[in-house]
């Protein structure tokens, strides 16, 4: 994310912090990665993080321009670095708790997965055994038409020897 400066209706308070933002946007950006990484191809879990990642980025620029309008100090009266070193400290507090949560997204997330990829070797197992016995009963039913074709070929023999013991029989 990159804030235009020079643009007039962007205010002086948010062109400072564009640093910490673009950080801050980075490590989510990361936090999104690790996160597909676990769960390929999920677009609902993408959509997710990038509304997650736009909420943390507005509550990020809120926290910064709350901490720059209530500085102990005039802003005019402190110079730059010290500004932005107290800024920093304020923000690394307040956004630890919201970098925590995150982690903690990401462990639910990863547990998520895991889960899901148990269920999915259980699928694939089930599906296994089902393409097993299948294919049992296909040879199953096989064997009972061997069977079958067998039997009517004994019949048609016996039928046969039955025709010619008859024939005999009458010229006798």
Same mark, same amino acid.
């Given at each position: 994310?990159?804030?235009?400066?020079?643009n007039?209706?962007?205010?002086n308070?948010f062109?400072?912090?564009?640093? &910490? /933002?673009?950080c801050w946007s980075?490590?989510?950006?990361?936090?999104k990665?690790?996160?597909?990484k676990?769960?390929?191809?999920? %677009?609902?879990?993408?959509d997710?993080?990038?509304? /997650?990642? =736009?909420?943390?980025?507005?509550?990020? %620029?809120? /926290?910064?321009? &709350?901490?720059y309008?209530?500085?102990?100090?005039p802003? @005019?009266?402190?110079?730059?670095?010290?500004?932005?070193?107290? @800024?920093?400290?304020?923000? &690394?507090?307040?956004?630890?708790?919201?970098?925590?949560?995150?982690?903690?997204?990401?462990? +639910?997330?990863?547990?998520?997965?895991?889960? +899901?990829e148990? /269920?999915? =070797?259980?699928? =694939? =197992?089930?599906?296994?055994?089902?393409? &097993?016995?299948?294919i049992?009963?296909n040879?199953?039913?096989?064997?009972?038409?061997?069977?079958?074709?067998k039997?009517e070929?004994q019949?048609?023999?016996?039928s046969? %020897?039955?025709?010619?013991?008859?024939?005999?029989?009458?010229?006798?």
């Amino acid at each position: 994310m990159k804030l235009n400066c020079n643009n007039e209706n962007t205010s002086n308070e948010f062109c400072i912090h564009t640093p &910490v /933002i673009t950080c801050w946007s980075n490590q989510l950006d990361k936090i999104k990665t690790i996160c597909l990484k676990y769960i390929p191809d999920c %677009k609902e879990l993408e959509d997710e993080l990038s509304e /997650i990642q =736009k909420q943390c980025l507005t509550e990020i %620029k809120g /926290i910064l321009l &709350v901490n720059y309008k209530n500085m102990k100090s005039p802003i @005019e009266n402190s110079n730059k670095l010290e500004r932005l070193t107290n @800024e920093n400290e304020i923000l &690394v507090n307040q956004l630890r708790q919201l970098s925590q949560d995150l982690m903690e997204k990401t462990e +639910l997330i990863q547990i998520k997965s895991q889960e +899901l990829e148990n /269920i999915q =070797k259980d699928i =694939k =197992k089930i599906d296994l055994e089902l393409t &097993v016995t299948r294919i049992q009963q296909n040879i199953d039913k096989d064997k009972y038409e061997e069977r079958i074709c067998k039997f009517e070929n004994q019949i048609d023999i016996l039928s046969k %020897k039955l025709e010619i013991a008859k024939s005999i029989l009458s010229k006798l």
